[in-house]
Each structure stands twice: as structure tokens, then as C-alpha cells.
């Protein structure tokens, strides 16, 4: 019951809510406290602690979040450091003695999210996953509940979209300087430490493999996650295939923009899709399916569910007219604090385990697409033909990219294979190359 002394380690993006989150706590009187920052870039990490000892919190700094873990005044400890560093910041963390709040995807593969998951397991500790649409319990909690309860008859096909702008990241023909403050030794970590052959060290490492995983393991981890929520699958999907490519521009990143994937679920399959490019050459929109954009859609037999954002769900006949709204976010944060408290995993609305199914079925999607071959349309309808709902989903594509004026024969498409798993062991059945 004292009070919860918590750190934010990578706070140049997304980190900057976690602080926001916990001082926000702080001032509706829950007994927690920011006590300390870490970033691996001197700059940012400078400019937090002065703003907020400008703002009257008292902070440490550190840039090497190693010697923050052996602060034993720390008692929690949350993350938003590029996704390579996720895992790891999990398993030294709890090896510390530390609680951990880790950001989506909480794994850079499929491997060390396991691993995470079992280090959480060993020394005991509260590992929360950053979806925070876990915490919707009076809107998308409820809207899982009353579909699982066949509201809606049997789920058909549970489908996860993410068309989200993402302009060209710039091409460049040799390394780039490291910015002036960075200890680049830290911030890569894990990953190579190659030369930076890109214009923008942060954020822009979301679009290279080393260090990301694409908008599918960037913002469609939640939608995943969500989707994955309504079906009630716990363990990753049997098979997996990919289809998609790096299309309308020529610039630095390797993961796609334009994606499809197909997990061959039993119950019913989730198909997933990104999309970067906007609605048509020249646009500034975006498409839309169904009303949703960065949302889910559950088509289910006597209608269909859209979860339009992280909070709310609306539930529609199979006329389209609107039958139910389900509506409530919570804190995820302050679920997170509680469950520190209570010692109970089962209080946790995004433990770790969650955020391992969900971002391991988004690093499946990628590696699917990273062993594939070019191919025509043709071609690829002809890979694709076993999946339910294939040929609408990839024709759909097809007309996104024309509007996009991007020639499938020049700049073909790329088509993975259909990868076997086994979901208890998480490792493919008979392709060495994917499990490496």
C-alpha cells in the first residue's frame, strides 16, 4: 500500500503519455510517483528532467537504463523504446525485482515474446502490455462478451484494418550522421549496430527490419489484438500467408506499406490489412471499409460488429442498420498499478501473455511476406484461392493501388507462402527458414 515509485525509459514519442499518465494519476491521489527517465538520447533525456523540475517533479536521469534497474527505490518501471529493445527491457526488468509496463509489440519476433512471457512467470512479476483497448471494460469487453454469446450468430471472419498515411521516408545513398547526443551503442542495443542509412533516427526505425516491424506490429498490433480478443483464440493461428509489397515510392524502409494477411483459424479466420498509400494519387485521405479505417470489423451471419477506435464498439444487422453501441475506455495505466497492489495477474486487463499472442501473430503475417517471391496478380490469386475471403480482400487491394497509380506489372506484388505451425511449440512445421 505505499506508494508505487515508477520510471519511463524512451519518452520521444509515445513515452511522453506514460509520464503524462502517471502524473495525471498522481493528481486524482493515487499513491504513485515519477521518480526517474532514461533515453538513450542526452537531448530528450535533458529537456524531460528540466521540464519537469520546472513543473516541480523531482526526476533522475539516466541513459543507460541498466543502471536505473539497480535502483532499488524503483519499483516500476515502463517502456517505449523502439520495439527491438521490448523483450529484453521485460526479462532484466523483472530479473531486477521490477513490475513492468512494456509497449506494444512486446516483441521484435515471435522468440524472445515467449521469452518474456516466461521470464514474467518466473520471478513473479505484473507485466502489462501497452493495448490499452484491453481497458475498455464497459465498451469493447462488453462487445466481445455479447458476440462470443452469439448475438450475431457464428463469427464469419474477423477482420483487422490499418490504413494509416505513411509518406515516403526519403532514399539516401550512404550513412547518415548519428544525431549529436545519442549514445547509439545504447540505442541500438540488441539490433546490429550497422550504420544509419536513413535520414531520422527515431521513429523511422518502425519501417526497417532490424528494429521494426511495419505498421502491422506499429499501430495494427491493437487492431490485432482486438480481433484476436473476439475470437478467443489463445494460442497462434495454424497457418499463415502473406501478401503485399513496399509500393509507391522508392525510399529507405524495407517493411511493407501495402499488406494482407490470412491467419487460417479454425473458428473463423483473421484477415488482416495495412494500408499507407491514401485513398487515390494526390490525396490526403484515407479509405475506408465498412466505416472503419483503423478498426476492426467481426462480420459475423446475421450482421457485424465495427470497433471504430480503443474505446467503443457498434453493432449492426445484417441491413446495416445499428442495433447496439457499447461505449466506455479505461485507464489502462492505473489497471496496471492495481494489479501491482493486488499481486494478481488475473487483475491485469493486457498482461503479457495477451501482448505476446497478438504481436506474435503480427511478426507471423511478417515473415510469411519476408520469404516471399514476386508475382503477378494472377499468380497471386492462385496462392491465395484456399483462403476464405481472399479474392475480395486482394481485388479490393488491387483497386487501392491502381487509384494509387501504382502498376502491379512493373512493381509486382510480393506473395508469401503458406507457412504450417504449431501453436503449442510456436515454431513452424517444416520450414527452417521461417523459424530462423
Not at 527517465?37 to 517533479?57: E, F, H, P, W
Not at 522468440?111 to 518466473?122: L, T
Not at 480503443?310 to 498499478?337: C, M, P, Q, V, W
Request: aromatic letters at 8%; proline letters at 4%.
Amino acid at each position: 500500500n505505499d506508494e508505487i515509485r515508477v520510471a519511463v525509459v524512451g519518452f520521444g514519442g509515445r513515452g511522453a503519455d506514460h509520464i503524462g499518465g502517471v502524473l495525471k494519476l498522481r493528481e486524482q491521489g493515487e499513491k504513485v510517483r515519477l521518480v526517474a527517465l532514461c533515453d538513450a538520447d542526452r537531448d530528450i533525456l535533458g529537456k524531460g528532467v528540466q521540464s519537469l523540475r520546472d513543473k516541480g517533479t523531482e526526476v533522475q536521469g539516466y541513459t543507460d537504463f541498466r543502471k536505473l534497474l539497480e535502483n532499488p527505490d524503483i519499483d516500476a518501471v515502463t517502456f517505449a523504446t523502439p520495439n527491438h529493445w521490448h523483450a529484453l527491457n521485460v526479462v532484466w526488468s523483472v530479473q531486477a525485482g521490477k513490475d513492468v509496463y512494456v509497449e506494444k509489440p512486446i516483441s521484435h519476433n515471435v522468440w524472445e515474446g515467449r521469452k518474456a512471457v516466461e521470464a514474467a512467470r518466473k520471478y513473479g512479476r505484473i507485466v502489462q502490455a501497452g493495448t490499452q483497448s484491453r481497458s475498455s471494460r464497459e465498451g469493447i469487453a462488453q462487445a466481445v462478451d455479447w458476440v462470443r454469446a452469439g448475438n450475431l450468430g457464428r463469427i464469419r471472419i474477423a477482420r483487422g484494418l490499418c490504413y494509416k498515411r505513411r509518406a515516403s521516408i526519403g532514399k539516401f545513398d550512404g550513412p547518415q550522421p548519428i544525431p549529436a547526443g545519442v549514445d547509439y551503442d545504447q540505442w541500438c542495443g540488441p539490433a546490429p549496430m550497422e550504420p544509419l542509412m536513413r535520414k531520422r533516427l527515431h521513429y523511422d526505425w518502425h519501417w526497417v527490419w532490424p528494429t521494426g516491424n511495419g505498421d502491422l506490429g506499429n499501430q495494427g498490433i491493437h487492431q490485432m489484438d482486438i480481433a484476436r480478443w473476439f475470437l478467443g483464440e489463445m494460442e497462434l493461428s495454424p497457418r499463415v500467408l502473406s501478401v503485399g509489397g513496399r509500393l509507391g515510392y522508392v525510399d529507405d524502409g524495407t517493411t511493407a506499406n501495402t499488406h494482407v494477411i490470412f491467419h487460417d483459424y479454425k473458428k473463423a479466420p483473421l484477415i488482416f490489412e495495412v494500408r499507407g498509400l491514401p485513398d487515390k494519387a494526390g490525396s490526403n485521405k484515407m479509405d475506408q471499409l465498412m466505416g472503419g479505417g483503423v478498426a476492426v470489423i467481426i462480420h459475423c451471419e446475421h450482421g457485424h460488429v465495427l470497433v471504430p477506435n480503443y474505446n467503443s464498439a457498434i453493432a449492426f444487422d445484417t441491413a446495416g442498420k445499428e442495433i447496439r453501441r457499447f461505449e466506455g475506455a479505461g485507464d489502462h495505466y492505473l489497471n496496471f498499478f492495481q494489479a501491482m497492489r493486488s499481486r494478481r495477474v488475473s487483475d491485469l486487463h493486457g498482461d503479457i501473455l495477451e501482448g505476446h499472442l497478438s504481436s506474435a501473430l503480427c511478426h507471423t503475417g511478417n515473415i510469411s511476406y519476408r520469404l516471399g517471391r514476386k508475382a503477378s496478380p494472377a499468380d497471386i490469386r492462385d496462392a491465395i484461392r484456399s483462403q476464405p475471403d481472399a479474392e475480395d480482400t486482394f481485388q479490393r487491394m488491387l483497386d487501392h493501388l491502381k487509384a494509387n497509380e501504382v502498376d502491379v506489372l512493373k512493381t509486382p506484388l510480393t506473395v508469401g507462402p503458406l507457412l504450417k505451425m504449431d501453436p503449442r511449440r510456436e515454431v513452424f512445421v517444416g520450414h527452417a527458414e521461417a523459424n530462423t
